[in-house]
């Protein structure tokens, strides 16, 4: 096997694992809505890395496309549980706020449907070939439509969502800002990372996204027990109504 590709899978193993981690975490801290948040995005995420994981060691074009399917479970959802998470981190109220979750969701549901459907209309992938040019089989991807839809709505969620965290650093106070200034930077590393693949600059068409992940997720580990992340937040929530920003 080639050096690159092994080393590449273990490092998406490893994504996956620390994504894992903090689901469990997440999931034992169910009963509070924040954590059901970062639940939702870290499995997201990890069904990436794992779909990615399997991808790239999958040696046939049939394997591959299979393993995409499982890819776009997650990626398909990962900008929605974003913006959601922001939502429920910062206390952000619209007057719409309910609407544009379900709008949200909705997105979402299509893009997986119209991923997992490809073949029959091509409106996600137009085809998927291996790269020939790549020294391990790959998926070389030419985008349809709603892929190219997905991408714009995925950037459009990060910058939404840390636009939202922006607003409630700056009318905060330290240390209770500190965790939304945390959180905003943590997702410019996979945001970084995903615009330089969008623009083609990866050798392979090697996806570095599920990788990325790592620094979030080790960021959300260390707040979790560094900050008690999942300890001030409901007590944050419990305080009066000027802890939250209103938007209408």
């Given at each position: ?210 990788v990325s992940f790592l620094v979030p997720s080790i960021v959300y580990g260390w707040a979790i027990y560094s900050l008690d ?20």
């Open positions: 096997m080639y050096f690159p590709r092994i080393f590449f899978i273990i490092l998406c193993l490893f994504s996956f694992f620390t994504l894992i981690s903090v689901c469990i975490i997440a999931w034992e801290k169910r009963n509070i809505p924040f954590s059901k948040c970062v639940l939702f995005l870290t499995s997201s995420a990890a069904i990436y890395a794992l779909g990615y994981t399997c991808e790239l060691s999958s040696n046939s074009l049939t394997a591959i496309k299979f393993w995409l399917h499982i890819e776009n479970i997650g990626v398909s959802f990962i900008p929605t549980a974003w913006i959601i998470l922001s939502l429920q981190h910062t206390g952000l109220r619209f007057k719409y706020n309910k609407l544009l979750i379900a709008f949200l969701l909705i997105f979402s549901s299509i893009t997986l449907i119209l991923s997992v459907t490809t073949d029959l209309h091509n409106l996600y992938y137009k085809s998927v070939t291996l790269n020939t040019a790549a020294p391990f089989p790959i998926a070389k991807i030419k985008a349809g439509l709603w892929y190219d839809i997905h991408i714009v709505f995925n950037n459009a969620a990060v910058l939404l969502g840390n636009i939202f965290y922006l607003i409630y650093w700056r009318k905060s106070v330290y240390p209770e800002n500190q965790p939304a200034l945390i959180f905003f930077l943590s997702s410019l590393f996979p945001w970084i990372i995903a615009l330089i693949y969008t623009c083609g600059y990866i050798p392979w068409g090697l996806d570095p996204s599920p992340l999942f300890e001030i937040i409901p007590l944050a929530q419990k305080k009066s109504s000027k802890h939250y920003l209103m938007l209408s």
